[in-house]
């Protein structure tokens, strides 16, 4: 784990400290969109890079198998283990090796975008093989790119962010993101007792509020899946394999819930999402990288309740 500082990598561990114990997430820099002038959609230009294991690059290649863009957007996925040298494309260890730019480190990457970068070298990237350079960072910004920017080119039918839903769609975003995404690393992150806890409450008080939404409505906004779901899944898939114990987010588990559970399972069985899950990846990158909360890397064999059986929930929205 580390960062860049002036385009120079430095193997540092998130500082807390003057935060007093809690971690603050920082802003994603590269934010260019697809549409915009020197970054037309064009099949196979655009190139995503991930890791199976991280809740928000997960997001991005939900999206990508929704939309039918796996033939127009090529993927390179890391190492699950993320040690000193930050995200690696070491095939040995799981990556699929950086099949565009044959870098070893994902930190190459920022420095030939911007040879002077400082900050954090973060999952998802969407890469530009024309220019040479990092199109975005931010997974809620490529997940909004890859909605609409390849219709014409014939990317699957399907509108994860409808114009009517939009602003309920934002509110629950909003507050899905602060206690939940990001909830569960506020709390794993933490170094003090009290950002631990600080984070704990809204974390479960959101929940609680999700398993009474989820109780009468099939999807969190509308009749349809939308990217509030997408966003929130990929942290529910998670919770009770890694999160629960990993992060301490143990009051209760996601299995717990009976109609947050039946909703991840909903998510989970929807045609093209199975296959973006890859549970090894996810539980070896959590438990074998972060070693300042599991020194020993040891893995744990549970992997959760079983996404497979049957849901239910079919009958909700007709
Ligand atoms: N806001 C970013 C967050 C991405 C992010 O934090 N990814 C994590 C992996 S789950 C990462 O690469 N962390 C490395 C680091 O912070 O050094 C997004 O949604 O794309």
């Not at 993101?177 to 809204?202: M, R």
């Amino acid at each position: 784990m580390g960062l860049l500082v002036d385009g120079t990598w430095r193997d540092e561990w998130y500082d807390t400290a003057s935060t007093g114990g809690r971690f603050v997430r920082r802003d994603s820099q590269f934010r260019h969109q697809l549409g915009e002038e020197g970054f037309e959609a064009a099949p196979g230009r655009y190139h995503l890079y991930v890791s199976y294991a991280c809740p928000w690059a997960h997001r991005t290649l939900i999206v990508r198998a929704l939309k039918g863009l796996e033939d127009m957007i090529g993927v390179s996925a890391v190492s699950p283990i993320m040690l000193e040298h930050g995200w690696t494309y070491d095939t040995g260890e799981g990556s699929t090796g950086d099949t565009v730019n044959g870098t070893r480190y994902h930190h190459e990457l920022y420095t030939r975008a911007k040879p002077d970068y400082s900050g954090r070298v973060t999952v998802p990237v969407l890469w530009d093989t024309k220019t040479n350079t990092i199109v975005n960072n931010e997974s809620s910004d490529i997940i909004r790119m890859f909605n609409t920017a390849f219709d014409s080119f014939g990317a699957r039918a399907g509108n994860f962010y409808p114009e009517d839903l939009r602003q309920e769609i934002d509110t629950v975003n909003e507050r899905v993101y602060d206690t939940v995404n990001n909830g569960v690393y506020k709390a794993g992150f933490a170094t003090t007792q009290a950002a631990y806890e600080e984070a704990l409450g809204p974390l479960f008080d959101t929940l609680d509020w999700l398993e009474e939404r989820l109780s009468t409505q099939r999807f969190l906004v509308g009749t349809q899946l939308t990217e509030a779901d997408i966003r929130l899944f990929t942290t529910l898939v998670r919770f009770d394999p890694v999160y629960h114990g990993h992060f301490k987010t143990n009051l209760r588990r996601v299995e717990d819930y009976p109609s947050l559970w039946a909703y991840t399972r909903d998510i989970y069985q929807t045609p093209g999402i199975a296959r973006t899950v890859n549970m090894d990846h996810i539980k070896r990158h959590y438990y074998a990288s972060h070693r300042t909360i599991n020194p020993t890397g040891i893995v744990p064999m549970g992997t959760g309740g079983d996404l497979t059986l049957p849901h239910g929930r079919d009958g909700m929205t007709a």
